[in-house]
């Protein structure tokens, strides 16, 4: 059975008081990073920007549209003002003016029509412009309550990071003050269940905080007062205090 004095026994509960500590630490950590708004702000952020993509991509293929229908137009206008040159000019024969004639009333309905199309899709543009404005907006107001809930965070994570590296240093410096076989048992059985060492207090371990059974205080009292015994429930060193039984 492994031993060690009682007083550095007793001095492992300082030590893991600040391991204690810094596993508090840890969880306050990761608590922080799993903070609920930004799980929800991620996710609205996610949908939002989802539907910015779909309305910038209307507003994108209306605006080629548009420039299509303008084409269009231009096209048509182009050949209303070159058939009123010719029919202006007079010449050529009656018949052919006036089949020009009719052309010209043909090509501006066209126009009119197309014309019509054009306004159509500047409308239409316009609406997907006003909601790609206002969805622009939602993406941006999420973006912002982001970045002030992150800062929130960042700050509060600041924090805590200082005091555990304070925590850490004062644990490696009480840690180099113990003999390193009775540190390494300590150690393991901290890595094992998570609690290194643990006061016994009256038949009680403060590791599990359970009672211990008859059985297991009498053969903790049949050992010696250097032997490093453990509790049965939460597996840490017991330290035997002066009313340990």
Known sequence: ??????????????????????????????VLNQD???VDLTAGLAVATSDL???????????????????????????????????NSGTGLSKDLVALQSDIASLNKRRS?????????????????ERQRLQQGVVDDINGSF????????????????ERQSTLAERAA????????LLAIYDRTLAKYGVGAARLFHGTSEGSGM?????????????????????PDSGAILVRSAEWN
């Open 211 to 231: 009672q211990l059974s008859p059985g297991d205080l009498a053969d903790i009292k049949k050992a010696a007062d250097d032997d490093i015994v453990f509790c």
């Open 1 to 30: 059975m492994a031993k060690a004095a009682p007083g550095e026994q007793m001095r492992l509960l300082e030590l893991q008081a600040l391991d204690a500590r810094l596993k508090s630490l840890d969880n306050q950590t990761k």
């Open 147 to 162: 970045d002030g809930i992150r800062a929130e965070l960042d700050a509060a994570l600041g924090t805590i990071d200082a």
């Open 174 to 181: 009480l840690a180099a003050t113990f003999d390193a076989a």
């Open 53 to 87: 993509v779909l309305i910038n991509t209307e507003v994108a293929d209306l605006g080629r549209e548009l420039v299509r229908a303008e084409d269009d137009v231009a096209q048509v206008a182009a050949r209303i003002a070159r058939d009123e040159a010719k029919l």
């Open 113 to 129: 029509d197309l014309e019509d199309a054009e306004l159509e899709v500047m409308e239409r543009g316009d609406a997907a412009s």
């Open 36 to 38: 609920p708004r930004i």
